[in-house]
């Protein structure tokens, strides 16, 4: 079994793929090719965006949006302590100092109710990370923010697709990033990301941030960096974007049938009813983690933990805050553990990975009756 089935979705769409690639060997333009453009469009008009700026990877999303807002060293960002590194990470390349906030328990996105406290005289912007692919409290957010003079930046590298109060994830605040990364509900075949804004003059300035600060050939009127995301992986993404909405619904799918053999049986990360979740990972929370990941591993079936380790407790980040200042995210990293999820999985391959779980808690698996009354 595959956590994530690459191979089978490349198998549904590879006619596409193949086309896609095949145009852009033809013509030859592999940076900044019209496949570049052409996403960027479509990309922004799924949004609702104005602007949509590919670059080279999620975490250059992050650090163009950044540096467009002038973040510069000693301003401090607000952001979660459960995610990937590189949320915070480019908070530190720039010199500037992430300050933590703690998770709500429910969903695992950061508690907008811890963040306002947190706010001082060098805060420039907000991060909070749409996680596990449902949008934070990006309203609240947005609030708090509005009354600091603050931009919020959605780290969406899990969540586009979803929507949050009828609006598209990406589309929810100053800025939104997002990845393309292979294994994200809408990923290419090797790195790659998106900026997304409403707002003219930061989308010119990460237009030419992303082409070493470059207005026009060889005139550079800010610092840059080499930002760039190639023509093939952008014709990739095309390719797949043709199918991706089909993809949203069955991993909905999949989720609904783990809710069903889940119900009442055992913890998993919660979803609110006024947003959409696009299921990069299907996340259950379980007081045993490590014993019942054994169980499953030695059954075949793959699991992943997303995060084991909060960012204020890495090594390199354990100087901007204290170990118990975020109790919430650090409960959470030793509980979380995340299942295979994914357009092409099975509901049978889904089933056996319910039953093999409820086994070993000593859970019996839901009757038919049960999952009649349950999709009711």
Known sequence: MEFIDLKAQYQAMREGIDARIHAVLEHGQYIMGPEVAELEQRLAAY???????????GTEALLISLMALGVRAGDEVITTPFSFIATAEAIVRLGARPVFADID????????GLVEAKITQRTRAIMPVSLYGQPADMDELNGIAARHGLAVIEDAAQSFGATYRGKKSCNLSTIGCTSFFPSKPLGCYGDGGAIF?????L?????????????????????GVGGRMDTLQCAVLLAKFERFEWELGQRARVAARYDALFSGRLGKVGRTRDRSSVFAQYTVV???????????HGAGIPTAVHYPVPMHMQPAYAHYASPDACPVALDMAGKVMSLPMGPYLEPAAATQVAATLLAALGERMPSRADLLAAAK
């Open 203 to 223: 989308a010119t300035a990460m237009r030419e941030i992303r082409v070493h600060g470059q207005s026009r050939r060889y005139v550079h009127p800010r610092v």
């Open 197 to 201: 804004t409403s707002d003219d003059e």
């Open 105 to 112: 328990q429910a969903t695992c996105n950061i508690d907008p």
């Open 47 to 57: 949004t609702g965006a104005r602007h949509c700026i590919t670059v080279s990877s």
């Open 286 to 296: 379980l007081d045993e983690r490590d014993r019942l990941q054994a169980v499953l």
